[in-house]
T-cell receptor, first 117, second 116 residues
Framework: AQKITQTQPGMFVQEKEAVTLDCTYDTSDQSYGLFWYKQPSSGEMIFLIYQGSYDEQNATEGRYSLNFQKARKSTNLVISASQLGDSAMYFCAMRPLSGAGSYQLTFGKGTKLSVIP | EAGVTQFPSHSVIEKGQTVTLRCDPISGHDNLYWYRRVMGKEIKFLLHFVKESKQDESGMPNNRFLAERTGGTYSTLKVQPAELEDSGVYFC??????????????FGPGTRLTVT
């Protein structure tokens, strides 16, 4: 079984500052993928960034980067230079990359980020 | 390309009634998924189609839920009869398989179902 824990129900960040959203996970799978999604008020879930368990380098996508610490089972999302449009719910998710259930995403409860002008 | 679309965006029905949710995946995506978020809880997997075949329906809560994917294109999720605990947001997602499995699932905006 897999479990995702997001301990921050809500976060505030000043515009143009960087913010880190925490995510820890638990799994017995050797090969797995970690995902972050953004859900703005419109409701659509937008894929942001992916990290494979065997990737040695932290993933980066524009202003998004991951601080992946495999031994600690954490994959924190870092958003640099926050913008007002970053205000949204952020979900951390994972799934095994092979075997039974490899298509099932397991989600955390999410963190609501509010960017302050 | 057009994203995943879902219809309706919001549905309010009475307990005991039937509701059918529709999902149109991204064109060319053979994989289609249904997820659900009940108030205050995590988003949970319901089932997975590969083309018109159900690959995994281990997350379906009970036999009041029926999912179909006619011709491997759009999918419907029917709840019959609806119960109060079925209220929540139902998400559909689609993906194309990529070598090694490191692909992302693209989500639709969800259908908010309210059972009164």
């Amino acid at each position: 079984a897999q479990k995702i824990t997001q301990t921050q129900p809500g976060m505030f960040v000043q515009e143009k500052e960087a913010v880190t959203l925490d995510c820890t996970y638990d799994t017995s799978d050797q090969s797995y993928g970690l995902f972050w999604y953004k859900q703005p008020s419109s409701g659509e879930m937008i894929f942001l960034i992916y990290q494979g368990s065997y990737d040695e380098q932290n993933a980066t996508e524009g202003r998004y980067s991951l601080n992946f610490q495999k031994a600690r089972k954490s994959t924190n999302l870092v958003i640099s230079a926050s913008q007002l449009g970053d205000s949204a719910m952020y979900f951390c998710a994972m799934r095994p990359l092979s075997g039974a259930g490899s298509y099932q995403l397991t989600f955390g409860k999410g963190t609501k980020l509010s960017v302050i002008p | 390309e057009a994203g995943v679309t879902q219809f309706p965006s919001h549905s309010v029905i009475e307990k005991g009634q039937t509701v059918t949710l529709r999902c149109d995946p991204i064109s060319g995506h053979d994989n289609l998924y249904w997820y659900r978020r009940v108030m205050g809880k995590e988003i949970k997997f319901l089932l997975h189609f590969v083309k018109e075949s159900k690959q995994d329906e281990s997350g379906m809560p009970n036999n009041r839920f029926l999912a179909e994917r006619t011709g491997g294109t759009y999918s419907t999720l029917k709840v019959q009869p609806a119960e109060l605990e079925d209220s929540g947001v139902y998400f559909c997602a689609s993906s194309r398989p990529v070598e090694g499995g490191s692909y992302e699932q693209y989500f639709g905006p969800g259908t908010r179902l309210t059972v009164t």
